[in-house]
């Protein structure tokens, strides 16, 4: 069972200071495609899959689930929402990738759900879908990438109906100073030498580092979640506090 607490602000001394630029960062996706899902495993030790799977536990009460995947990459969450809670009746995921959405695709027809979960090429700060329209809006590890993270938030609730829930999985930095340093040290060097020899694109796991740790997380994210709407706000810390699980109610 993870930890679940109110959230809190976990600051770091040595964060750096330089945004790096969200707007293009789907392109990069385009090249890592291919290699993502296993790098995904490699490079986060297998907890990527714990991670969904406590998503998937976390959906609203009720039955007939319409879900909603936000930078939905390969459809791993979108799948996971469907494997692991009977109550998913469907599913939508949204990426500006291309080569990430025809794996996804293919990846859900191998499954036989392509009648139940359906994608769409577009942007998360301005989607295109009906207001009120999921019970669950989800995205994993893409909020940081979006351009403008509060604009993303105002649409994911514009989406949800209410009593919907907003369940955000991304990155963060833990409270415990040796774990922090640690953390840092396997972001900064490893990570990217790593993902980069494995997917032939550096420059994807440089980038990958910075914008987790120039990324508000813990308090910061949990007021821009209330800023745009949100009530019942809390973060459920995961693996030590090297990621947390927002959860905010409609």
Known sequence: MQKHEECEVHETPSRPTQTPPRDTSWRMFDTIAG????????????????WRRMLANLLPPGDHLRTLDLATGTADVLLALKRFNPRVASGVGVDMSRNMLRHAKDKIAARGLSDALRLVRSNGVCMGLADASFDAVTISFGIRNMPDALATLHEIRRVLRPGGRALILEFA???????????????????????????????????LNTTIETFPYGEEFCALMREAGFRSVVAHTLTFGAANLYQGDA
């Open 173 to 207: 930095l833990p409270k415990s100073n040796v774990m922090r340093a640690l953390h840092l040290f396997y972001l900064r060097h490893a990570l990217p030498h790593i993902g980069g020899l494995v997917s032939g694109n550096f420059a994807a796991y440089r980038y």
């Open 35 to 50: 290699r993502y899902d296993a790098l995904n495993r490699l490079l986060s030790f297998r907890r990527d899959v714990a």
